[in-house]
């Protein structure tokens, strides 16, 4: 059995990846025990969502709009449904992000024991409201640099993903965390990027492993249904492979979070300081921490 995985130290490129599914795979039962608690409701609404407003797009293909609707009224019923399906995506990245996020930083602050499920609700509750609000914002500005010729978008992609395990970590304000992602990824943008490309790559993979019975059905329904290539068979089970999929994101999560504190190591090496103080000394409570 190998020594649980200790997020204070310096990695390279390949321990990064890998550190990252041997965290999962050491933590997996109290993980998503914490996981599903909190993102679950979320990941369900979803899932209910996408599978109405898919119907509906079904019915309006299959009959070409409702009986007795006006020219744009046939429309209101399914736009409001992929409104709510939107509220549920965002609902559903934030509860993952700060969920996994909160079980992280108190597995770190127990000393590598896995916290319960009352211990990462008591961060949950406390961060939810916070990363909502600052999630729309960043998401708003990487659109906006997406945007600019796409490059700008690429450059600061990093930062972003590091901006909200910051805020969580090191309780941080928006514009604490900000500044702290950036300064963070100075001379190290290069390799930091790289591993972010590879995990999202693994995560894109996976995803599209959950979603094969939907493509397998599009293919079949293109040649079988050539009049009518959207089924409610394929609507169905399309809405829930694609929620289930955004269960992989707990990859980039944890390899966001790795990537934080080889950072942090590299610049600062408080890790190597923090044991150097708690020799003989034993605190594996944590509480609530206070405002940056």
Not at 111 to 124: D, I, K, Q
């Amino acid at each position: 059995m190998k020594d649980k995985v200790e997020f204070k130290k310096i990695r390279e490129f390949g321990d990064i990846i890998g550190d990252t599914f041997l965290f999962i795979k050491q933590n997996f039962k109290p993980l998503m025990a914490a996981f599903f608690s909190l993102s679950g409701i979320f990941i369900l609404g979803g899932i209910l969502s996408s599978i109405i407003a898919q119907m509906q797009l079904v019915g309006l293909t299959e009959s070409g709009g409702y009986p007795g609707s006006g020219p744009f009224a046939k429309y209101y019923n399914m736009g409001f449904s992929y409104v709510i399906v939107i509220i549920f995506m965002i609902l559903s990245y934030t509860s993952m992000y700060v969920s996994v996020l909160s079980y992280v930083t108190l597995y770190v602050e127990k000393g590598n024991l896995p916290p319960t499920v009352a211990e990462v609700w008591a961060y949950f509750k406390y961060y939810f409201f916070r990363m909502l609000g600052s999630g729309l914002l960043m998401t708003i500005f990487l659109c906006l640099c997406f945007a600019c010729c796409l490059i700008p978008g690429v450059y600061v992609f990093p930062a972003v993903t590091l901006f909200y395990v910051v805020m969580i970590i090191e309780n941080g304000n928006f514009s604490h965390a900000f500044e702290r992602s950036f300064k963070l990824l100075k001379n190290e943008w290069w390799v930091t990027a790289a591993t972010l490309l590879v995990i999202y790559v693994i995560f894109y993979a996976c995803s599209m492993i959950v979603q094969l019975p939907a493509i397998i059905i599009a293919m079949v329904s293109a040649f079988t249904h050539a009049e009518q290539p959207i089924t409610k068979t394929y609507a169905f089970v399309s809405s829930v492979s694609q929620q289930i999929a955004y269960i992989f994101m707990i990859l980039p999560i944890i390899c966001s979070t790795l990537i934080y504190f080889n950072l942090v190591e590299r610049k600062e090496s408080l890790g190597l300081l923090n044991r150097i103080d708690g020799l003989g000394q034993n605190s594996n409570q944590a509480e609530t921490p206070e405002e940056y």
